[in-house]
């Protein structure tokens, strides 16, 4: 199954399926009445939100069941791109910053949440009852851009960055993985990693630690590394800039 | 002063003193009409605080003008009051999973913006053009506690924990300091850790993890370190755990 491929994958959200429903959807709403009002859920799950994106959570595991309909709001709305758009930002003010950008400078890029976004895999399903699982999804190749993770690579590659994707997803997935990145704007890059049979079962972390440690044997410096997940920013090798973009759908450690 | 003695701060807030007005603020409210609404005003500033909160924005140095407004309402307002209760029932939940708790196991907390809170010093003054400068403010002692960083303080003592103070202040204030600590209802730390002589003019991040690593070599084992600024957390000497607290008010290297 693919989501095991993507690391040890704390998953989240693939709460029960509820088969009752016409329109099959991986997020299950809460059907209770919520204790708290509206602004105090929100707030609950505004804080809730934070303590994932700078890791206090740690591995957080499952999304509070009350926070699924603030996380399908944030992730299809506006505030989601604005967030990201300010992670480019923050990304091109620091790689615009280099004095000069030559073939040994690398950029790491993840994937999915990263390049791509799966919310339409998590949140809804192309037809009533006919949602695939996460091989099939990957196999349809339709996952569209994150817009502000486009304009970073374009930019990052008309300043001279070398870039390599480094992807949890499994090498049977490689051609889905080039046709879906390219038929949305992403080309030229230099390699795209998946994990092969000697890294399944790994850490996220530690598969993506050993890759970046094989780019810099190469003789490249990994100036900046993009990713949804702080196990794709943390553990050796780590980049000398790390840019973490947001995603309270889901964990992988 | 005390603003350089905790660190080479960035500072941030102190753009010019209004002399015309009546009641000086540290803050300077932007007087230009903005071109965003309020919603896409709201928006970008919820995107910048989410950069320095992970850290994506670096070394910031002062935050957009246009936020001003943004940041003193959620540093006033119930969102920050929510945010540190969620990054205490974090560390809470790390902190009860460990076993067994033994003298040797520290936490490290910082001071200002963790334990104590000085919003009131930045956003107003106690009276109309009387503001003291941060030197006069600390030796007011008159900080507030942060209601869940009290919180956590007295469960990580319960459970046994070995308590040190970490803080940027230097070691004029340290009779200052102890007392606005104790009079919010922090007592019977370990040891309480300021700035000394030989301290001077370091990166926060260098002076904190050098002390840290003292008290690793006194043979404590560091299992969580809870502080509003990276520089509190990162370095070496790294807690098994840390906890990052908000602060979109300012940022120290």
Redo the contacts between chains.
């Keep these: 199954m693919a989501l095991i491929q993507w690391g040890i994958v704390s998953l989240l959200l693939i709460l029960a399926i509820e088969p009752t429903s016409s329109s099959r959807s991986i997020i299950q709403m809460p059907t209770e009445k919520q204790n708290l009002g509206k602004g105090g859920l929100d ?2 799950c ?3 939100k ?2 994932v ?6 591995n957080w595991g499952q999304m509070p069941e009350k926070c699924a309909e603030y996380v399908v709001a944030y992730m299809t709305g ?2 989601y791109l ?2 990201s ?3 480019t ?3 091109l003010e ?1 790689a615009t910053s280099l004095v000069s950008t030559r073939e040994c400078d690398a950029w790491v890029f993840d994937v999915d949440e990263t390049l791509l976004g799966n919310v339409l895999y998590f949140v809804d399903t192309p037809g009533n009852g006919s949602m695939p699982d996460m091989d099939e999804w990957i196999e349809l190749a339709k996952a569209p851009a994150l817009p502000a993770s486009l304009r970073l690579y374009k930019k990052l590659q008309a300043l001279g960055f070398t870039i390599f994707l480094l992807t949890g997803r499994s090498e049977i997935h490689r051609n889905a993985t080039e046709t879906n990145l390219r038929n949305v704007g992403y080309i030229d890059w230099k390699r795209l990693i998946l994990r092969g049979d000697a890294d399944q079962g790994k850490y996220a972390s530690v598969y993506k630690s050993e890759k970046r440690k094989e780019i810099e044997d190469e003789g490249y410096i990994i100036r900046g590394n993009s990713g949804d997940q702080w196990s794709d920013l943390l553990g050796f090798a780590v980049a000398k ?1 790390s ?2 973009l ?1 995603n309270p759908l889901y964990y992988v450690q």
Excluded: C, H, I
């Design positions: 707030m609950y505004e804080s809730w934070l303590t994106e700078t890791n206090n959570a740690g506006e505030q604005s967030d758009e300010a992670v930002d923050n990304s620091y800039r840019f973490k947001p």
